[in-house]
């Protein structure tokens, strides 16, 4: 992962017009690094000025937006200088050939998430396949992130670059980080296809080292030529590129977390623990017994060393003990009965049966993708879902 320097937030990021001092934004984003705001993503390790893993926490909430915006700004900036001495017709053309890739990329990620099936069933996971199963899904499922991209290059190309995106968003009900995930990979693309073969690689290059809110999802050297016309896609280095704010499901990495990754980052987890260990250890601690969906997992190697980290980093404790700094984990059925999914947050607030939490989550309904506040009741047994609370050692 290449190091992300704090001297590149006002240089790199900031549109070149003539020669104006520093826009507005650049020196928010500097004061941000000055005083520490940004620290959480300009070195591998944050150091915050206390040990609480909570102020941790709420160090990288508050980077998100800020960094967020630095992404679609240099991805603007790279997008307006390759377009620079391009006619309109050219122009016209570059989307139009997006719009084309764009339909194509659906139907053939579609078909790479059958064909790698075996490759995502594999116990344990080998290394990504979860990030890259998700992405799959979600670029290729309808009216997903792809379907979305093409709604906003619509809306570029007869209204003007960069024009009405708030007004697409708020039409289609895009939440802010979502909307900013739709807005980045559309960027993205755009400054590939734009660019000759041979230099669209060199940009990715680019892209890799400026844009902090991009995951790197490897593909093994299997599959790779099977994602040879993937505009997201870098042959040189054998990655999806995953454009976020935030989130990116399996992600475990400063570039994008999911629930629990967001979990294990800021308590300095390193091993790959999910949802359903947190639950089993839970378990096991307070000598219950295990969900029968469960089972089948439990006597896995893989598994069991999984739940000893669990054992070596958390005490399970009570819904009515718990208190700021504590995880919560919640696991609930499918509708086939057939597994249980899990999601893991940070509590923020314990008082009279609700806890006020801060998550790294998305929804279908794309009005929340990334990091969020709300507040939710100890107990949801009655809608089906089981609630374990651990607390860090």
């Given at each position: 992962?290449?190091?992300?320097?704090?001297?590149?937030?006002?240089?790199?990021?900031?549109?070149?017009?003539?020669?104006?001092?520093?826009?507005?934004?650049?020196?928010?984003?500097?004061?941000?690094?000055?005083?520490?705001?940004?620290?959480?993503?300009?070195?591998?390790?944050?150091?915050?000025?206390?040990?609480?893993?909570?102020?941790?926490?709420?160090?990288?909430?508050?980077?998100?937006?800020?960094?967020?915006?630095?992404?679609?700004?240099?991805?603007?900036?790279?997008?307006?200088?390759?377009?620079?001495?391009?006619?309109?017709?050219?122009?016209?053309?570059?989307?139009?050939?997006?719009?084309?890739?764009?339909?194509?990329?659906?139907?053939?990620?579609?078909?790479?998430?059958?064909?790698?099936?075996?490759?995502?069933?594999?116990?344990p996971k080998p290394p990504t396949a979860r990030q890259l199963q998700f992405a799959l899904w979600?670029?290729?499922?309808?009216?997903?992130?792809?379907?979305?991209?093409?709604?906003?290059?619509?809306?570029?190309?007869?209204?003007?670059?960069?024009?009405?995106?708030?007004?697409?968003?708020?039409?289609?009900?895009?939440?802010?980080?979502?909307?900013?995930?739709?807005?980045?990979?559309?960027?993205?693309?755009?400054?590939?296809?734009?660019?000759?073969?041979?230099?669209?690689?060199?940009?990715?290059?680019?892209?890799?080292?400026?844009?902090?809110?991009?995951?790197?999802?490897?593909?093994?050297?299997?599959?790779?030529?099977?994602?040879?016309?993937?505009?997201?896609?870098?042959?040189?280095?054998?990655?999806?590129?995953?454009?976020?704010?935030?989130?990116?499901?399996?992600?475990?990495?400063?570039?994008?977390?999911?629930?629990?990754?967001?979990?294990?980052?800021?308590?300095?987890?390193?091993?790959?623990?999910?949802?359903?260990?947190?639950?089993?250890?839970?378990?096991?601690?307070?000598?219950?017994?295990?969900?029968?969906?469960?089972?089948?997992?439990?006597?896995?190697?893989?598994?069991?060393?999984?739940?000893?980290?669990?054992?070596?980093?958390?005490?399970?404790?009570?819904?009515?003990?718990?208190?700021?700094?504590?995880?919560?984990?919640?696991?609930?059925?499918?509708?086939?009965?057939?597994?249980?999914?899990?999601?893991?947050?940070?509590?923020?607030?314990?008082?009279?049966?609700?806890?006020?939490?801060?998550?790294?989550?998305?929804?279908?309904?794309?009005?929340?993708?990334?990091?969020?506040?709300?507040?939710?009741?100890?107990?949801?047994?009655?809608?089906?879902?089981?609630?374990?609370?651990?607390?860090?050692?």
């Amino acid at each position: 992962m290449a190091k992300i320097q704090a001297t590149k937030c006002g240089k790199n990021f900031a549109h070149k017009k003539g020669n104006k001092s520093l826009p507005l934004y650049a020196v928010f984003v500097l004061l941000l690094v000055f005083f520490g705001g940004l620290s959480v993503f300009l070195q591998p390790t944050y150091q915050a000025d206390s040990d609480s893993h909570v102020d941790k926490a709420l160090a990288i909430e508050e980077a998100i937006p800020a960094i967020t915006q630095q992404d679609r700004l240099w991805l603007q900036d790279s997008l307006q200088h390759t377009l620079v001495n391009v006619n309109k017709q050219r122009q016209q053309e570059i989307f139009s050939q997006l719009q084309t890739a764009i339909a194509s990329n659906k139907q053939q990620l579609a078909a790479l998430q059958q064909q790698m099936r075996p490759f995502f069933q594999q116990q344990p996971k080998p290394p990504t396949a979860r990030q890259l199963q998700f992405a799959l899904w979600e670029l290729s499922k309808p009216s997903g992130v792809l379907d979305d991209c093409a709604a906003l290059l619509r809306q570029w190309q007869h209204k003007g670059l960069f024009r009405k995106t708030d007004k697409l968003a708020r039409r289609e009900r895009w939440g802010r980080e979502y909307a900013a995930k739709v807005e980045k990979t559309a960027l993205f693309m755009l400054n590939v296809v734009s660019r000759s073969l041979q230099r669209r690689d060199m940009w990715i290059a680019q892209a890799d080292e400026h844009v902090q809110l991009l995951y790197p999802c490897v593909i093994p050297s299997r599959f790779q030529p099977l994602f040879a016309n993937i505009v997201l896609y870098s042959s040189m280095r054998g990655v999806l590129y995953l454009p976020n704010a935030g989130f990116v499901f399996g992600g475990n990495s400063q570039r994008g977390l999911d629930c629990v990754g967001f979990t294990n980052f800021v308590l300095d987890i390193p091993e790959d623990i999910r949802p359903r260990h947190m639950a089993f250890a839970w378990h096991k601690q307070k000598n219950r017994s295990i969900h029968p969906l469960d089972k089948r997992h439990w006597d896995s190697a893989w598994e069991q060393e999984r739940i000893t980290t669990v054992h070596r980093y958390y005490q399970a404790i009570d819904a009515s003990d718990s208190q700021v700094g504590d995880v919560v984990v919640l696991m609930w059925e499918e509708p086939d009965k057939q597994r249980r999914h899990g999601h893991a947050f940070l509590i923020l607030e314990s008082q009279d049966g609700f806890w006020s939490i801060l998550e790294c989550n998305r929804t279908n309904n794309k009005r929340r993708d990334g990091f969020a506040r709300r507040q939710i009741p100890w107990d949801q047994s009655e809608q089906g879902i089981a609630t374990y609370v651990l607390r860090p050692k």
